[in-house]
């Protein structure tokens, strides 16, 4: 077949220093044009195309010319097409589709290089790319053009960070690109969980953030949060020197998993937060390997080192410290002025030292207070002990009086000794306590340091007070916050437990943002209160030592009114169940004035069945009160004026 080239359809481009070019479009036979093996694009939505080709069909031809150039796969006589479609893959196939013969076609001839970045660049434009194939063209630009990830960027008028992000994406597992390209979640989640070393990890993540909480998809934050607290680690708590190297790898400072280490991978906000490690199983391979060697050393050093029952037989936690004992590790104020730690000053070799190995791969070695002083007194270290202080009681003296009656004389009075130096047992457990002391101060006085140098409130500090609010609320407390808040929670959550409710706490915390967080710590503070069964508007003003009210002040809430609102409406569901019960049509109830009709019916007391009780309210501003409990400052003010309580009366 041949190329027809009678219709010459002109396209005309203008370059930045340049004049104006002619470019001519040839109808190509669509037999002559085969799609490109490195087109981004995978994937072709088939009701889409379907459109595109009425809309071709309508039109007789497609307007836009497609980009091709000579097929590098093509030879004479091999069967493969003339022309490699660079760009335009969709308008082809439409109008193969439509029925076409034809399609509008400019072909240049390009590199290899020219044509991936033509590919990708066009996709990337189009918002319908999905972001994995992003990911397979920058690979494949950058492995067969060699391109850097800087001009890949320039290139895509995209940063540098997000070409990092996207090539990220490939790292995926093969289940959780699955729910990546089902729409699970976003890109930047994607990114995220990719950097997770192990694909199980990866899957597990996926898994967890696909399915949700609540039917809602996971927010970035709340993703981040999840996998932080679940699939990272942080090395500044590692057990082991972050900066050594391991046979199972090399130092933690220097590896590219870590968040510190990219922030172009990572992001700021991640770099800020301090290193977390991603690989969890070499983060555990390298626990165990510098435990192992620790024990080691400690047998090399000729320490009797125990584990087991026999270690928590000694010590039953990694704070207790048997008796006779002092800690190798730190200094001993009560034997010695010098403050460096026993191990420095004795060396690792001391054969009386004890290793011992808790649970945990909590590893701790104490040394006896005896050897600890004999070495020291040989070191010329210990402090000298001071001297007992022999005191000689004073002769007794005698009135004249005594002397007239020796019979009845008074005992003379029992000197008082001198004070008796504190054990050494019980100086260190003053400065124990005394330790204790400083160190709240300390920590209360450092988390001022970073609450005032903080732009802002951080959430935490919401999060943790509405935590430790609820953690000692009721079931029913803990239910209302969640209902007030619109939070809908799985079946499974309400089985009157309050400590099921608190399980999904953390998730729904993480779920609101610093305003929502604000409210609910509000709610926080009076739920216990509001949940009372015998609340009512009077006793909750009655509580001195209440948060309600307060709060119902500030914001103008009228309790009396409220208090009706309840009881009105505590009235129609009881008599509705009511008449449930007796077998009464509930549809005929549901409106609230025969709902009320009825409800008057019923009662014996005609009297009882008026809405509303005895108030009294302020004309000027409609306040009410009761008459029960306090009287507000409004009436106050105007019976000090000299008005009468019955001016304020009103029958409801």
């Not at 196939?93 to 991936?116: E, F, N, P, Q, W």
Request: charged fraction near 25%.
């Amino acid at each position: 077949m041949t190329t027809d080239t009678t219709a010459e359809p002109v396209l005309v481009t203008l370059k930045p220093g340049a004049g104006l070019k002619k470019e001519p479009a040839l109808h190509i036979p669509l037999g002559l044009l085969a799609p490109s093996p490195t087109n981004p694009r995978r994937k072709f939505d088939a009701a889409k195309l379907q459109e595109l080709a009425e809309s071709i069909r309508e039109t007789e031809g497609v307007f836009q010319p497609i980009l091709a150039r000579p097929n590098p796969a093509h030879s004479e006589g091999n069967g493969q097409p003339l022309y490699e479609i660079v760009a335009g893959e969709r308008r082809w196939r439409a109008s193969k589709i439509a029925g076409m013969d034809t399609v509008l076609a400019l072909v240049r001839d390009l590199s290899d290089r020219a044509a991936l970045q033509i590919q990708l660049k066009e996709n990337v434009d189009r918002e319908s790319l999905h972001e994995l194939e992003e990911a397979e063209g920058i690979k494949r630009l950058m492995e067969e053009a060699g391109a850097t990830a800087d001009e890949v960027g320039h290139m895509l008028s995209k940063s540098r960070r997000w070409v990092f992000s996207r090539l990220t994406l490939l790292e995926l597992a093969p289940e959780a690109r699955e729910l990546f390209l089902a729409d699970k979640f976003k890109a930047t989640i994607a990114a995220a969980i990719a950097t997770i070393p192990a694909q199980s990890g990866q899957v597990d993540a996926a898994e967890e953030i696909a399915a949700g909480w609540a039917g809602e998809p996971f927010s970035f934050r709340a993703a981040m949060d999840l996998l932080r607290k679940k699939y990272m680690l942080r090395l500044d708590a590692a057990p082991f020197d972050i900066a050594a190297p391991f046979e199972i790898a090399g130092p933690c400072t220097a590896c590219p998993k870590r968040t510190g280490a990219n922030a172009d991978l990572f992001g700021e906000e991640e770099v800020k937060r301090g290193d977390m490690c991603h690989d969890r199983a070499c983060f555990h391979a390298k626990t165990g390997e510098a435990r192992a060697a620790k024990l080691q050393a400690a047998r090399d050093a000729g320490h009797t080192v125990l584990s087991g029952s026999a270690a928590t037989q000694l010590m039953p936690t990694i704070h207790y410290l048997p008796h006779g004992h002092l800690w190798f590790d730190q200094p001993a104020p009560t034997l010695t002025t010098d403050e460096r730690p026993l191990r420095e000053i004795f060396g690792a070799k001391q054969r009386d030292a004890i290793t011992v190995e808790l649970g945990g791969g909590q590893i701790v070695t104490i040394v006896p207070e005896a050897s600890a002083k004999k070495l020291l007194k040989a070191k010329g270290l210990l402090k000298p002990e001071p001297p007992v202080q022999k005191t000689k009681p004073p002769a007794a003296t005698l009135s004249d009086a005594a002397y007239e009656t020796p019979a009845s004389a008074p005992a003379p009075e029992p000197q008082k000794q001198a004070a008796t130096p504190l054990s050494k047992a019980q100086l260190q457990m003053n400065i124990t306590a005394r330790r204790s002391e400083l160190f709240g101060q300390l920590v209360l006085k450092a988390l001022q340091d970073q609450l005032v140098a903080a732009d802002e409130l951080p959430l935490i500090v919401l999060r943790l007070a509405i935590t430790e609010l609820l953690e000692g609320s009721s079931y029913e407390a803990i239910l209302a916050v969640y209902q007030a808040l619109g939070i809908e929670l799985p079946e499974s959550a309400y089985d009157q437990r309050a400590g099921n409710l608190l399980s999904y706490l953390d998730t729904v915390l993480n779920s609101l943002d610093g305003r929502r967080l604000g409210e609910t710590l509000a709610l926080c503070l009076v739920a216990e209160e509001l949940t009372d069964s015998n609340i009512d508007a009077d006793e909750l003003r009655d509580r001195h030592d209440g948060m309600a009210t307060p709060l119902a002040d500030h914001f103008g809430l009228d309790l009396d009114a409220i208090e009706v609102d309840a009881t009105d409406g505590a009235r129609i569901q009881v008599f509705n169940e009511e008449a449930r019960r007796l077998g009464i049509d509930p549809a005929t109830l549901d409106n609230p004035d025969a709902t009320q009709a009825w409800v008057r019916s019923q009662l014996s007391d005609p009297a009882a069945g008026k809405q509303g009780t005895v108030k009294y309210r302020n004309p000027a501003t409609g306040e009410t009160w009761s008459g029960r409990g306090l009287q507000p400052k409004w009436l106050k003010a105007r019976l000090a004026e000299g008005g009468r309580l019955e001016d304020f009366e009103v029958t409801a």
